[in-house]
């Protein structure tokens, strides 16, 4: 177990020393200039449920901590909801780099942090992945196999997909909705909230046990 742990740490330093210095990307040169901090992940390295969201924010880039601006506050209460500490999932973006403007990212721009990604999924092990968004639902899905299964987020939010991963028959993937659609439309957070409670099922003792 101590050399599992210890590899899950290697590599996850591995992956933030090399974003650190990932000077071909296009958001590298903006990342200096703004004295902003590539945004790698956030939570419990044990994790059984990791959330996937899109790509950092201003507040998230000055800080390097992902969803600390209002939809991290959002975040925050629809964890509360479930009560499931913060601190016992890992949360993480597919670019780890704050896009200009807040835009969407450039499919360029995930073909090159998705990678990061891989390695994160892969050396954390979640149980449960559950996607923000519609970009990392479309990723997500294509990466690992549900391609055929993917629609509009409007139709798949808080459904349950299973999938076989390289290290495990079934993981579970829950795409949900970003939790800013609730900063300019309040009522869609109580869609957002029945969408969290089916990660309720998935939350064991275990998990609130861990530490991070």
Not at 58 to 75: D, M
Request: net charge positive; aromatic share 8%.
């Amino acid at each position: 177990m101590t050399t599992g742990n210890g590899n899950r740490e290697k590599e996850l330093r591995s992956v933030r020393d090399e974003i650190m210095e990932l000077k071909e990307s296009p958001l590298y040169a903006y990342r200096l200039a703004n004295h902003y901090n590539p945004v790698i992940g956030q939570g419990a390295h044990n994790a059984d449920i990791m959330f996937v969201g899109e790509a950092p924010g201003k507040n998230e880039a000055e800080q390097g901590r992902p969803f600390c601006g209002a939809a991290g506050k959002i975040l925050d209460e629809l964890l509360s909801s479930i009560s499931l500490p913060r601190e016992k999932v890992y949360i993480t973006n597919i670019l780890k780099d704050r896009p200009p403007g807040n835009r969407d990212p450039l499919p360029q721009e995930i073909e090159l942090y998705a990678p990061f990604l891989d390695r994160q999924i892969e050396a954390i092990k979640p149980r449960v992945l559950a996607t923000l968004g519609r970009f990392s639902m479309e990723y997500i899905f294509k990466r690992y196999g549900l391609g055929d299964k993917l629609e509009k987020i409007s139709a798949t939010h808080g459904k349950v997909f299973s999938t076989t991963f390289r290290w495990k028959e079934s993981v579970i993937i829950v795409p949900l909705y970003h939790p800013a659609v609730a900063i300019y439309n309040r009522n869609q957070l109580d869609e957002l909230k029945k969408d969290f409670e089916v990660l309720k099922q998935f939350i064991s003792s275990d998990t609130l046990k861990k530490s991070s």
